[in-house]
Every structure is written in structure tokens, then in C-alpha cells.
């Protein structure tokens, strides 16, 4: 069955960053969409970036464009989400998803304080 783990949350002081990563199996990973989301106390959750299977298309929510970068490692079936110059709004539960399969991780927290 598909399966997403994800790890690299924290607690982070405003102004640093964080590298998350999420580990698929279950499914043929090269050939899949991925996606990060999160979700804030009190709001739905919402779509952080997206990469194409080969990695070469990548989208992004306007809140963090110039700040995120997501990345994937095809032959570690893995999905990376870099993210620098983090301010306490970015803090959220951070789910990897997978549109194929319509499967969610368990998330991992970020949370971004002084």
C-alpha cells in the first residue's frame, strides 16, 4: 500500500530554515506528481509546492515563492522541501501528498518562534 513518512520538522527561530523530507513506497515514485502541504491551527489545510515526476516542473503557493524549494531524489524515492527565511506564519503541520493515490503522510510540525 502507498506509504508516505515524513521527517525534518522542528522548531526553528524566525529568519532560519529547515529541510523536510518525505519517503514513498508502495507506488512507482519516478512516475508520480508530489505535493507538500500544511495546515495551521484554525485553518484548512493548503498547498505549499508541487514537482513533477522527473522533477523539472515545480509549482508554488505565492506565500512562500523565493523562500521554498522543493526537490525530489527519483532513486531514494524521496521528496525534499527547503525552506529558509521562515517566519512564525509558516508555522503548520507539513503533509506530503500524493495526487495518484490521493495519500497524505502523518506530517511533520514546523514550528517557527523566537
Known amino acids: 500500500q502507498v506509504q508516505l513518512v515524513e521527517s525534518g520538522g522542528g522548531l526553528v527561530q524566525p529568519g532560519g530554515s529547515l529541510r523536510l523530507s518525505c519517503t514513498a513506497s508502495g507506488f512507482t515514485f519516478s512516475s508520480a506528481f508530489m505535493n507538500w502541504y500544511r495546515q495551521a491551527p484554525g485553518k484548512e489545510r493548503a498547498m505549499v509546492a508541487g514537482?513533477?515526476?522527473?522533477?523539472?516542473?515545480?509549482t508554488y503557493a505565492d506565500s512562500v515563492k523565493g523562500r521554498f524549494t522543493i526537490s525530489r531524489d527519483n532513486a531514494k524515492n524521496t521528496v525534499y522541501l527547503q525552506m529558509n527565511s521562515l517566519k512564525p506564519e509558516d508555522t503548520a503541520v507539513y503533509y506530503c501528498?500524493?495526487?495518484?493515490?490521493?495519500?497524505w503522510g502523518q506530517g511533520t510540525q514546523v514550528t517557527v518562534s523566537s
Open positions: 501528498y500524493v495526487p495518484m493515490f490521493r495519500s
Open positions: 514537482i513533477g515526476s522527473a522533477g523539472g516542473f515545480t
